[in-house]
């Protein structure tokens, strides 16, 4: 026969199995919220360090290029004026 015990337990087992469910299912969401945030991070500063560097060459490639020219300017002017 089913007495009061039978119910009491089934009863905590229920309770027990349903507040497990909802703490696993409130852990993945954080897990997955902060995986979500570490990625985001990781590609933003990976944008930022691409576009600092190709900054960084096209400077150097421009300073590069006004120092050739003004070389090659004076270079030109000297045997001009001495030739």
Not at 46 to 51: F, G, W
Not at 62 to 78: A, G, I, K, Q
């Amino acid at each position: 026969m089913l007495n009061i015990n039978h119910v009491l337990v089934v009863v905590v087992v229920v309770v027990v199995v349903v507040v497990v469910v909802v703490v696993v299912v409130e852990v993945v969401e954080v897990v997955v919220v902060v995986v979500v945030v570490v990625v985001v991070v990781v590609v933003v500063v990976v944008v930022v360090v691409v576009v600092v560097v190709v900054v960084v060459v096209v400077v150097v490639v421009v300073v590069v290029v006004v120092v050739v020219v003004v070389v090659v300017v004076v270079v030109v002017l000297f045997l001009l004026l001495y030739f």
